[in-house]
Every structure is written in C-alpha cells, then in structure tokens.
C-alpha cells in the first residue's frame, strides 16, 4: 500500500516524498481513512510507529479547503505533554504543510508570551501547545476556539502522568461542542478510558496497533546489577571500553543530571545534561547539539527526553531505572527507531528489584544480564520472579 491509496491529495504526497516516505505504517494506514471521514478516534500504538503524521497528514487534508481564519481563532488544537514534543510536532507539521497555505505554530511555556501573543493575533490554522500556556493564553483572551473544528490529546498516557487532568478537563470546557476529537496513546490504560470518555464521546472508533516480531524495533536489551556508589564508575568504563560515540542516558533527578555531567568530566567523557531547571532556549540548543552529534553523550530526566525524537539514536542507557513499566517501554522506543537497530542499557541495584519485576512482566521475557570482574556487586540483585520454575519441573 502506498501513501496515495490513502485519500491524500497532491500537495501532500509530495511533502510526504520529500521526506523520503514511501509505505505509511500501520497506525497510519488504519488512522488516516478514520480521520478523513471525520470520525472520532481513540488510538493505541507504541513509539516510533508514525502516530505524529498519522493525525497530521489527514488534518491538513481536512483544513486544506480555501476558507478565511479570523483573527485570535485556530482551526485545529493539538495538546502535547512537553515543549520538546510540541516543538517537535510542528516541525512535522511544516515539513507536511510546505506545499499548503497553512500555518502552524508551537505555543508552550518556558519563554516570553508575548510574540506566542502577537502570532495568534492573525489566527493560526494548526496550533501545538502544552495545557499550561494554552490556559494562559485563553484567561487572557488571546485566542478563542469558537472556530475549533479537531481536537487532538497527542501522548494522552504521558499527560496524565504529569498531572494535567485538570488542565484538559478546563480546556474542553471552552471548546465547542461539535469538533472532532483525535486521542492518541501508547496505552490505552484505565485512566486513558476514563479520559477518552470525557473528552472524546461514546461513538468514537478505537484501533490498536500490536507490533508483530517483523515490525518490533530491533534494540538489544541488556542489564547490569551494581551497588548505587559504583554507577557513575561503570558508565565511564563502558563508554570508554566499548568506544560508544553516542547515548541517551535517563536519570531520575536534576541534581542527578548535574552530578553525572561533572562525574563523566572528571573522567575525561563531555557530557550535557537537560532538564526543567534549564531555560526553554539553552534546552532546545542542548536538544538540538544532541540531534547533531556535537553533543555525544546527553544526561536527562525523564519529563525533559520525552520530546527527542532521533531516527537513528544507537543506544539508550536507564541509568535509573523508571518506577513504572510503561515508562521503561517509553525510553527504550526513542532507539531502534525507522527500522535501525539500536541498544537499551540499564543499571540495576538491589532497591531496583520490584521495578526490575514488573519491567519484565510486561515485557514477557527476562532481560539478558551482563557483569563487568571490575564492578563486582555486594548488594546482590536476586534472579526475576520470571526464572521461577515449580519444583516438580525442576531437573534433578
């Protein structure tokens, strides 16, 4: 199947050709039909699955019709968790609009309101935002929605993670009635219903995209149990050892990020770290460093790497391993992506076991252990729950 089965028009093909795209995955080839026929959707599908275009190629198709937009009104809302993805969302949008007189604008946090402010003023067909600004910008009568025609809850589960319930049950509050509503998410857990009830409606189509083993991104899985005091040491030596030349390394706290950077330096290894207590423009320069490759080793908290977004990123480190498993799903996803391979490391010490549990209970498998005689471990990490076999099948 190509992208020109799909009911797209010719101004779009194109920008999808440029961008070197020939076979819309899966979520796109089920999705964008839905769309086009402006029917509600509640989407699962993981990382790395082509969700972003898979809303807004049909989106642009729908908008594509000649008609005038008033001034402080938008046609289309799309509401992402963080600033990175919303920048990174818009990007997508020019990349697939450049053929199209549409316009589109990133609207988050973090940096002065006042040129978001200024833009809005000659209307915007496509906007991106993150709740906070978004309400913001709405008390201060900036911008209306009396014209929204498509609403989109883009990483639906990451918005509920980071508390924003509230914020969206406000923000639909002030849309109109009649839209269409486009939910997207990685899970469709209970929360995501319970959301998807409130802001989507009873009538709404529900897909879920299951990758089988020819499609999973290829990422080699692999872990090492170490004492906590011995972390920084290992990363060092496999750096060094191994001659990686990039990694994405998640870490829990700011004041982790900043440490791990210093550590590394001593140790020879340049290292930047991101996180929400840098400014939105030394975030977005650091990201975009990253991207480049001037900078080969990035050390981020979770909230703040979950707008990267590099096709061919070799590997991921969980320097420390997420409380939840869905989270450690999210991370691995950034790597192995467009159908590279790529690599998952991660540390594990002792405290980490329950996490170590249900991380591999929902993946189904163990994760393959690695040990380094230059790291041996005194707090052991026990063998997981799923290497458990009843006596009775047990060799003797």
């Known amino acids: 199947m190509s992208f020109s089965t799909l009911g797209l028009s010719e101004p779009v093909l194109k920008a999808i050709a440029e961008q070197g795209y020939k076979t819309p995955t899966d979520i796109q080839k089920r999705a964008i039909p839905i769309i086009l026929s402006k029917k509600d959707l509640i989407a699962a599908a993981q990382t790395g699955t082509g969700k972003t275009a898979s809303f807004v190629l049909p989106i642009l ?75 913001d910008m709405a008390h201060q009568r900036a911008l209306h929605f009396d014209e929204l025609e498509v609403l989109v809850l883009d990483e639906a589960d990451r918005m509920l993670d980071m508390g924003f319930r509230e914020d969206i049950n406000k923000i639909i509050e002030r849309l109109p ?21 409130r802001a989507i409606g009873p009538h709404a189509v529900e897909i879920s995209i299951k990758q089988d083993k020819s499609t999973q991104p290829k990422i080699d899985q692999w872990l090492v149990t170490v004492d906590k005091t011995n972390k920084s040491a290992l990363l060092s030596y496999l750096i060094k050892d191994n001659e990686w030349k990039q990694a994405l390394i998640f870490i829990e706290t700011k004041h982790g990020a900043a440490k791990l950077v210093s550590q590394l330096e001593k140790r020879d290894i340049k290292a930047e770290c991101i996180h929400s207590g840098k400014t939105q423009e030394i975030r977005e320069k650091i990201l975009a460093d990253f991207k480049s490759g001037k900078i080969q080793f990035l050390v981020a908290t979770a909230v703040a790497a979950r707008g990267i977004d590099i096709d061919d990123l070799s590997r991921v480190i969980n320097y420390d391993l997420p409380d939840k498993a869905d989270d450690y799903i999210h991370r691995i996803g950034r790597t192995g992506r467009a159908g590279a391979s790529g690599e998952a490391i991660s540390f594990v010490a002792k405290d980490n076991f329950r996490n ?10 163990i994760i393959e252990r690695k040990e380094f005689e230059q790291f041996p471990v005194k707090k052991v990490v026990p063998l997981s729950i799923l290497n458990y076999v009843p006596k009775n099948k047990q060799r003797l």
Not at 184 to 190: C, I, M, P, Q, R
Not at 356 to 365: D, F, P, R, T, V
């Open 356 to 365: 170590l549990c249900a991380i591999e209970s929902k993946l189904g498998h």
């Open 177 to 197: 009635t009649q839209r269409q509503n486009l939910l997207f998410s990685a899970t469709l857990s209970d929360d995501i219903r319970q959301l998807a009830k």
């Open 61 to 135: 198709e729908l908008l594509n019709t000649g008609y005038t937009l008033r001034g402080k009104r938008i046609k289309a809302l799309i509401l992402t968790p963080t600033r990175e993805l919303a920048v990174q969302v818009e990007a997508s949008i020019a990349n697939y609009s450049k053929h199209l007189e549409l316009s589109s604008m990133a609207m988050y946090g973090g940096i002065d309101a006042e040129p978001q402010k200024q833009r809005l003023i000659w209307g915007i067909d496509i906007l991106v935002a993150t709740p906070g600004r978004l309400l």
